[in-house]
């Protein structure tokens, strides 16, 4: 993509409006625009972050055996009638009425509807277990929506269920999602560390919240100091290992009574952008989700349900990810894997050698973003360090001459100086390392 | 996918709500499952057929060098003020209003939005043209929703908005989209035929419908002959050709003054599934969207926007393209290429060579469905005509013994019995010369 063309529409001062650092940034780099309180337009940058952050997301639920589907955005409040919670949600449900005034609501969630869909087209014990999930933007009407895509009114959401005809069932899929999303935030470059909702408490072992440690999390996390060998950064954790430590959120931190010593426990900021529930009956009860039994019994089925903030993790990936001069991202999401700057735009041989590197990245199956606008350089490099690319590929008159380019890592701010053919071979390795 | 974990509630019966013969099929199918009037839900195999069509309307768009983003579904009513339209546009509206009372709406189409985000962060000339499309989820509150999912509430529609600093940038872009259409709908194994919205009448060739071809389609086509000798089945036609042709639906065709004489008229149902239009400056005008000239003049933009019913196509696909016995996807869009029937589940040699085949054809790239079932042949050959895979992958213990497999095509109903491996050949090389 030639950055003369990209709708990137950057900007040079921090907007007042943003309190965070994400925000901030996704502001400055062009990636969304607010058009209401809490609700987000994702230009062509930021969307980019976001599917990717999904395409993470949908690759570790299928290879989990969940099946995705596409629920409605809006639904109908018969359903939440059923489960009494049309009346009990309160009013960050926003309820619509439409031109039959039939009651309808922007889903929040989707317990309800996934229990209807269930109950209609599942009859057997045959066909258990069964996960299904969704992608799917939702509506919470904070009352006071605020961070940007962290905390907005319409976020995007995986939300997968899964039915059993066991407990043990239920139990077995919600230990493959703890695998599963320890999994997924470690293929964004992520540290989550997953507490346990009511640590101690029984059945507690069955909700974990997965906070994403950051400096400017939202609530403050205790935790075995253990976590941090089993967990480096961006690698894959053992959820075994991991399942048996502890970990405790500030509301829940007893220090008192803290099963770890004062020696090993360690505290951090967290952002919350999962979390696994065992659910029990609590909907099949109330929506009357049975099925067959073996001997033609009726099952009232168990269930889990399994969220990730999608949207929210792009805004996590940054609190996680920056320095002063910008976004950081982990190579899995970034919007384009390299910059190609090219630093004396008019140049007969810099622009030669931009437009046949830019072709051959092209080629080589690494879409580039291309600076070949006519900048001062000092712009160029502000600009690229502000939106955070893994690699910055810069040509110039005097290395040119000398048949050379340098590269820049974004995370280390290292520099090379080495050939053109050499850097092109960097970067395209490095990005085959990452995407096979 | 295994038939016997894959979430597939095909129907034998036919339900007695759908009218036309797509909403039968893709309840039939188990493709969706409605939740309110118009709203539905998308079940795994039908959302792999969305999700393809999608991609193939992406893949279109930025070949044609539109940049993807993604408006929010929900949008202010100050905006739609502002262009007058809160109050013209009438219940189809969904209004809805927030827990502080704002005003807001969910977004029908987005003429006022992107609007709004071109004014506030394009400012030059020199940024124009610029081409911005989403691919969003839109409401219509019909008052009588039908059809399924084509005449539906919530919809999913690709609207692509341009923007121009003169009619003659404007109108290139408006001939590339209409090309770029000709080519979408090919690409999916459909016949489209442009029809100028009001043909004969000035400014007439810069607003086409794009209607397909079928039987049951809504409306009554007129169009020269020589369409049909330049747009075969599932061939790139040639736009410039095209657009030279007359072609006007039932209610503006006059065949008194008919240019095209009666022997080289035809007639044919269609159904509208994209429509571009020029759009000069109603909303950049009413919205003050402006850019600085070359000498710092304000210039007013031009704009053009092109829509395409995604959802919508899904339906239309199958109204073009099925049989008595149920779907006959095109390959494009197919939600798996080939369907593996194991006829006698349960003898070993017929679930080895299964078993053998399914993880080849995964090795190869080809994720193929694979019924799996202890079911009788009979249901097995029904499901699989229903549901409209382009081959089917025949395995049972009297072929078998002489290393024999059937492969049928779904389409021609041709069946062959070969070798395994000249069966498992031929059905990865149809896959591959359709993906590449």
Known sequence: MRLSTYFLPTLKENPTEAQIVSHRLMLRAGMIRQSAAGIYSWLPMGLKVLRNVEQIVREEQDRAGAQELLMATLQPAELWRESGRFDAYGKEMLRITDRHDREMLYGPTNEEMITDIFRNLVKSYKDLPKQLYQIQWKFRDEVRP??????????????????????????????????????????????????????????????????????????????????????????????????????????????????????????????????IFYLGKKYSEALNAVVAGPNGEQITVEMG????????????????????????????????????????????????????????????GVEPLYDDRDERAGAKFARMDLIGLPWQLLIGPRGLEKGLAEVKNRKTGERVEISIEAAFDKIVSSYQARHR
Chains 1, 2 share one sequence.
């Open 146 to 275: 605020r961070f940007g895509v962290m905390r907005g009114r319409e976020f995007l959401m995986k939300d997968n269920y899964s039915f059993h005809a066991d407990f043990e069932d239920a139990k077995k899929v919600y230990d493959t999602m703890y695998a599963t999303y320890l999994r997924t935030f470690a293929r964004m470059g992520l540290r989550a560390i997953p507490v346990a909702a009511d640590p101690g408490a029984i059945g507690g072992n069955l909700s974990h919240e997965f906070q994403v440690l950051a400096e400017t999390g939202e609530s403050e996390i205790y935790y075995d100091a253990k976590f941090d060998e089993l967990s480096a950064n961006g690698q894959q954790p053992d959820p075994v290992a991991l399942r048996e430590l502890y970990a405790a959120a500030d509301e829940k931190h007893d220090a008192a009574n803290c099963p770890v010593p004062a020696d090993r426990l360690k505290s951090a900021r967290g952002i919350e952008v999962g979390h």
């Open 305 to 364: 349900c399994y969220g990730i903030g999608v949207s929210r993790l792009v805004g996590a990936i940054i609190e996680a990810s920056h320095d002063d001069n910008g976004i950081i991202w982990p190579e899995p999401v970034a919007p384009f894997h390299v910059g190609l700057v090219n630093l004396r735009v008019g140049d007969a041989a810099c622009d030669k050698a931009c437009d046949d590197l830019y072709a051959k990245l092209q080629t080589a």
